[in-house]
């Protein structure tokens, strides 16, 4: 194994720890504010944020008026799980693609030959035989 292929070795199993670090850490925020959120309140039913918010400005404000009406009325429920996909799957692509286009522009940086600091035409000159 040469000095580059062990050095390219350590950088993926740098890599490679990284990544489980980051995988373990998510893990365990995921499954804590899970069991944190059942603990504060075993018999409660998601109520969103809306909700919660409409009932703040009621407390601070009995008398607010809404100033915007939704250009859609109440949806059913499947309709808003799929529009809630179709944003994700959106967000993922666009996720995907940033990721992928930084990705491959630091790889063509590290696959590009090192260029001449020498003018072509002087490089042309002197691959003449018989100069």
């Known amino acids: 194994m040469t000095g580059t292929d062990a050095k390219r070795g350590s950088s993926n199993r740098s890599v490679l720890i990284v990544m489980l670090g980051l995988l373990a850490i998510a893990v365990v925020i995921a499954v804590g504010s899970l069991l944190y959120g059942y603990a504060q309140d075993a018999d409660a039913e998601f109520g969103g944020a809306d909700g919660q918010a409409e009932e703040v400005i009621v407390?601070?404000?009995?008398?607010?008026?809404?100033?915007?009406?939704?250009?859609?009325?109440?949806?059913?429920?499947?309709?808003?799980?799929?529009?809630f996909a179709l944003q994700a799957g959106i967000g993922g692509i666009v996720l995907g693609f940033g990721i992928g286009w930084y990705a491959g522009r630091n790889?063509?940086?590290s696959e590009t030959p090192a260029v001449s600091s020498a003018p072509a035409s002087l490089a042309a000159d002197t691959d003449r035989p018989g100069d």
């Open 107 to 109: 790889r063509g940086r």
């Open 59 to 83: 407390e601070v404000d009995p008398e607010y008026e809404s100033w915007f009406s939704p250009l859609v009325g109440e949806l059913p429920g499947e309709v808003e799980s799929g529009l």
